[in-house]
T-cell receptor, first 116, second 114 residues
Framework: GAGVSQSPRYKVAKRGQDVALRCDPI?????LFWYQQALGQGPEFLTY????????KSGLPSDRFFAERPEGSVSTLKIQRTQQEDSAVYLC??????????????FGEGSRLTVL | AQSVSQHNHHVILSEAASLELGCNYS??????LFWYVQYPGQHLQLLLK??????LVKGIKGFEAEFIKSKFSFNLRKPSVQWSDTAEYFC????????????FGQGTTLQVKP
């Protein structure tokens, strides 16, 4: 597709369940970012990939959060043993450039996670 | 640590009114600055950006922003808003030399009344 695609768009999980969120970046984009956006807040950085390498995971809130991008294209964000505070919209963004001047990020529509 | 502060959380204007949304950041080094917009039901998209050069940058749909380094500010302006400008606006900054990750402000919801 032409844009960043995320699935599922909506996910309801019971507390303690594991979830996996998928991101298909724009073809050929080197950089991929995951963000978490709580209700009424701006997106908060989770992690960054340059191709398949995870260069920055400083924003992951706990070791229950894990992200991968094994072939440098599709990425998966996994949350283990979900908690209510994990409820948020998870945004994926990609960019054709890398490093400090990544420039414009192209965002997906997000995956809204609700943990009951 | 870097942070971005947007002063207005919710702004209500009538069509044709002028708009200015405040944005301040805290970072002592060289930065790139962005404004993103999220229209209802849509994804975040870039409105404008500043990397270097002329501190007055123009973006899409008649928006502009001015970088004032001494004030650590990057305010967004539009002379005459339209109903279709109703959206949420996010200011963002990234520090040059890092991975390119953006730090976002908390956002400003703009409601334009027809």
């Amino acid at each position: 597709g032409a844009g960043v695609s995320q699935s599922p768009r909506y996910k309801v999980a019971k507390r303690g369940q594991d979830v996996a969120l998928r991101c298909d970046p724009i073809s050929g984009h080197v950089s991929l970012f995951w963000y978490q956006q709580a209700l009424g807040q701006g997106p908060e950085f989770l992690t960054y990939f340059q191709n398949e390498a995870q260069l920055d995971k400083s924003g992951l809130p706990s070791d229950r959060f894990f992200a991968e991008r094994p072939e440098g294209s599709v990425s998966t964000l996994k949350i283990q043993r979900t908690q209510q505070e994990d409820s948020a919209v998870y945004l994926c963004a990609s960019s054709q450039r890398e490093g400090p001047n990544t420039g414009e990020l192209f965002f997906g529509e997000g995956s809204r996670l609700t943990v009951l | 640590a870097q942070s971005v502060s947007q002063h207005n959380h919710h702004v209500i204007l009538s069509e044709a009114a002028s708009l200015e949304l405040g944005c301040n950041y805290s970072y002592g080094g060289t930065v790139n600055l962005f404004w993103y917009v999220q229209y209802p039901g849509q994804h975040l998209q870039l409105l404008l950006k500043y990397f270097s050069g002329d501190p007055l940058v123009k973006g899409i749909k008649g928006f502009e922003a001015e970088f004032i380094k001494s004030k650590f500010s990057f305010n967004l302006r539009k002379p005459s808003v339209q109903w279709s400008d109703t959206a949420e606006y996010f200011c963002a900054v990234n520090a040059r030399g890092n991975t390119g990750k953006l730090i976002f402000g908390q956002g400003t919801t703009l409601q334009v009344k027809p």
